[in-house]
């Protein structure tokens, strides 16, 4: 699986942006897709993450009630839709990968997109 993020930017305190991970093949559907952030100097942190269905979601307590992720099947799609953007949330954003959904721990993850910066200005 190939996966491409997109849809970061610089937004100001309070606004909204909606990222995108694009997969290639046609096992998208067999994977739980994970969202993971990463800032200057700090560690990958989880985000959220996504049943193979989309019938199941958990997230970081961080980003819960401003955060959505969805997914569509049929255009091979993740999305993680963020509102009341905060400047903590700054980070490099990417999308992942895994066979079994349910995990937060990035090392489970077996496929990654390249990072989509998000940059939330005060």
């Known amino acids: 699986v190939q996966l491409q993020a997109s849809g970061g930017g610089l937004v100001q305190a309070g606004g909204s942006l909606r990222l995108s991970c694009a997969a290639s093949g046609r096992t998208f559907i067999r994977y739980a897709m994970g969202w993971f952030r990463q800032a200057p100097g700090k560690e990958r942190e989880f985000v959220s993450t996504?049943?193979?269905?989309?019938?199941?979601?958990y997230y970081a307590d961080s980003v819960k009630g401003r955060f959505t992720i969805s997914r569509d099947n049929a255009k091979n799609t993740v999305y993680l839709q963020m509102n009341s953007l905060e400047p903590e949330d700054t980070a490099v954003y990417s999308c992942?990968?895994?066979?079994?959904?349910?995990?937060?721990?990035?090392?489970?993850?077996?496929?990654w997109g390249q990072g989509t910066q998000v940059t939330v200005s005060s």
């Open positions: 996504i049943s193979w269905s989309g019938d199941s979601t």
């Open positions: 992942a990968a895994v066979t079994s959904y349910g995990s937060t721990d990035p090392r489970d993850y077996d496929y």
